[in-house]
């Protein structure tokens, strides 16, 4: 029996290439981009950014994301994935879109498990590790970055939060079960951090119902794209959450505080309150105003 190689101090050898690339914290928001500023060349290398290392830069990175949203309980048994699109789009710098393989467990996901792909859905690399499987959660990458041309990483997670947050309107008085298609949020700090909205907008994220097959959600999935062109997420009922942004910076801004508003509503929930209302103080102020208003007329 093969047991695995150990290092001198006993760990067991499960990181075998590149995972530690270069620390999250150096400015990868600019990687694809060629310019001399590039996160590659800013870290060192000087000169205009060839594919490969980009690649490297790139495959590294999302290990390290995948690691950490594991550890965040967003990516459990092998759930959920993300997506990373370098590139500006044209024949010198065509798009190349990175995708999570299926049925990995997230927190000893490598960059050599990472599938590299155009923006037709061929697969231009394979990943290195042998024996994988395009996720079937790649169509949805495909959708985002076709209807969102700006996006450039796609986050899916299958947090719980996320998935709970699409059953608030099960509890509904009005004895609607399973029905809406929207979350209402508002008055909440953290609205800020999901782009697009203030503190006190009315932030609404669509719901779409759950398939038996990931891909199975893209006709969905596009349909409410369009029909909120403020939203920069789309829940799925019973199932997780897609969010994405211009960077993966800004997308993991973007999930964690998404997350957060999640949380919020099912602790509000259960204090009595509805994330969706406009807080009572500001509602009376409105409805005093109003009625000055009226008085004067
Ligand atoms: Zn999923």
Redesign the pocket.
């Known amino acids: 029996m093969m047991y695995p190689q150990l290092t001198q101090d006993g760990q067991i050898h499960l990181y075998k290439c590149h995972r530690r690339y270069i620390h999250t914290a150096h400015g990868w928001s600019r990687t694809g981009s060629s310019s001399p500023n590039d996160a590659v060349a800013s870290a060192g290398h000087g000169a205009k950014v060839n594919h490969d290392d980009e690649a490297k830069v790139v495959k590294s990175l999302m290990g390290q994301l995948c690691e950490k949203f594991y550890a965040k309980g967003w990516m459990p048994g092998t ?3 993300m997506s990373i699109r370098i590139g500006e789009g044209n024949l010198g710098h065509p798009y190349t879109v990175f995708s999570t393989p299926s049925g990995i467990q997230k927190e000893d996901m490598i960059g050599d498990d990472v599938f590299e792909l155009d923006m037709d859905q061929n697969v231009i690399h394979l990943p290195v590790t042998p024996g994988l499987k395009l996720s079937s ?1 790649t169509n949805i990458w495909f959708v985002i970055y076709k209807l969102r041309p700006s996006a450039m990483c796609v986050i ?1 997670t ?1 947090s719980l939060y996320a998935q709970l947050a699409t059953l608030l309107d099960q509890q509904d008085l009005s004895g609607e079960d399973e029905e809406k298609d929207v979350l209402r949020i508002t008055h909440l700090e953290m609205i800020k951090g999901v782009g697009n909205h203030a503190y006190d907008s009315m932030l609404e994220i669509p719901i779409i119902d759950n398939q038996n097959s ?1 891909d199975l959600l893209a006709p969905d999935m596009e349909r409410v794209i369009q029909q909120y062109p403020k939203c920069n997420a789309v829940l ?1 009922r019973r ?2 959450v897609y969010v994405w942004g211009d960077s993966w910076e800004e997308a993991k801004t973007r999930i964690e505080s998404f997350d957060y508003l999640f949380e919020s509503a099912i602790k509000m929930k259960s204090m009595g309150i509805d994330c969706g209302a406009i807080p009572a103080r500001k509602a009376t102020k409105v409805s005093i105003k109003r009625k000055r208003d009226d008085e004067e007329e």
Request: aromatic share 0%.
């Open positions: 759930g959920g994935g959660m899916h299958h990931e799925v199932h997780g």
